[in-house]
């Protein structure tokens, strides 16, 4: 048996100054790190968060450059832990979009894994709900990615933000060993009242998996976001939640739990192949 893990979600209100950002982000993860916290998770778009999407590309620079990158790797070095940036918006090769990437640093500050964000925010809510993060992030690959580590006796799963709406990845993530998924993320104020949890939940239960969601919140520039950062159990249950200002959530994940629920509610065995569909017309 593996002894709890504590972990931090980090809520913060990431804005238009790289520099500032950074020193939110150091004050966040030192907190975290004296109060006791072995993994440390950031949320989407930690290095910057600028009100129009066609920006960043021009604002962006390319991993090997990024300052808030660097800075964790140091941090996550000096101070002993596992620090999970969230997602960093960095140019990509041909210059012309930006990658949303997640990264995984171990206590040596080198990086574990990357994962670029599989589905773009594409959606047409209406008026101001109308976004297309696709003309300036480039999507990832489709690959899955998931992590062991071994000295915590947890294995991660990575998504970013819409993520969270497409099951199939996070079934992938969990039949591939994770038990513990990770949603960092910038969520909307028109959908996230309704639909926020709701999604959360329904992957931390059909999965048998913990759920850690760091969020942004508040307003920069008329930019709004929702906030109310999340862990759950593999149960479903919430065992911590934020509101709508920057704060650290902290919960300690029993790497045991999730294997006892899945052997309660066996889902993921219990999938079968599908035929196709059978369509059935009626006119009269």
Known sequence: MNPPVKIAAVQLCTGTAVADNNRQIERAVREAAAAGARLVCLPEAANLLLPEVTAYP?????????????????????????????????????GDRIWNRSHLITPSGTIAARYDKLHTFDVKLGGAGDFRESTSVKPGTGAPVVVHIAPLGITLGMSICYDVRFGYLHRALAKAGADVLLVPASFSVITGPLHWDVLLRARAIETGSYV????????????????????????????????????????????DQSRQTRARLPCLEQERALLPADVITVTD
């Open 58 to 94: 021009a604002a962006c620079v390319p991993e090997a450059q990024d300052t808030t990158l660097a800075m964790c790797r140091s941090l996550a070095s000096e101070l002993g832990l596992w620090l999970h940036t969230g997602s960093l918006l960095v140019r990509t090769e041909e």
């Open 212 to 255: 850690i969601a760091a969020a942004q919140c508040g307003e920069r520039a008329g930019l709004k976001v929702y906030g109310h950062s999340r862990v759950i159990s593999p149960f479903g249950e919430l065992l911590a939640e934020a509101q709508e200002a920057p704060t650290i959530l902290y919960a300690d994940l029993d790497p």
